[in-house]
Nanobody, 115 residues
Framework: QLRLVESGGGLVQAGESRTLSCEAT????????MSWHRQTPGKEREIVAY???????NGKNTLKGRFTISKDTAKNKIYLQMNRLIPEETAVCYC?????????WGKGTQVTVSS
C-alpha cells in the first residue's frame, strides 16, 4: 500500500524559494534511494536529485547549489529545497522511492514560477 504524496507547490515569483515535501505511507528506511523529478511543459520528466538510504546525495549538475534534497526518515518524508527559481522551472514535481525504471508515481505538486 505504498503511496507518495507530494506537497508544497504553488505560485512563486522568479527569484523566490520553495521547499517541497514528499510523504510516504511506508517506512522509507526500506528504500535504497529516493528522488525528486520534474516535468516542465513540452519536456520529458527528468530527475532533479536523489538521496540514498545512507544519506548520500546527488543531482542535476546545473541545479547543484540551488536545489537540495534531504530526508527525515522518522517522518517518512523527503524534501526538496529550491532556491532562486526561474520561470523556465515551472513544472509538476514528483518524488519516487526507487531507482530507474520508475514504475509508480504520485500525483505530483505543481510549481508555477512567474516573471
Amino acid at each position: 500500500q505504498l503511496r507518495l504524496v507530494e506537497s508544497g507547490g504553488g505560485l512563486v515569483q522568479a527569484g523566490e524559494s520553495r521547499t517541497l515535501s514528499c510523504e510516504a505511507t511506508v517506512d522509507i528506511a526500506t528504500f535504497n534511494v529516493m528522488s525528486w523529478h520534474r516535468q516542465t511543459p513540452g519536456k520529458e520528466r527528468e530527475i532533479v536529485a536523489y538521496i540514498t538510504s545512507g544519506g548520500s546525495i546527488n543531482g542535476k549538475n546545473t541545479l547543484k547549489g540551488r536545489f537540495t534534497i534531504s530526508k527525515d526518515t522518522a517522518k517518512n518524508k523527503i524534501y526538496l529545497q529550491m532556491n532562486r527559481l526561474i520561470p523556465e522551472e515551472t513544472a509538476v514535481c514528483y518524488c519516487n522511492e526507487k531507482a530507474y525504471p520508475y514504475d509508480y508515481w504520485g500525483k505530483g505538486t505543481q510549481v508555477t514560477v512567474s516573471s
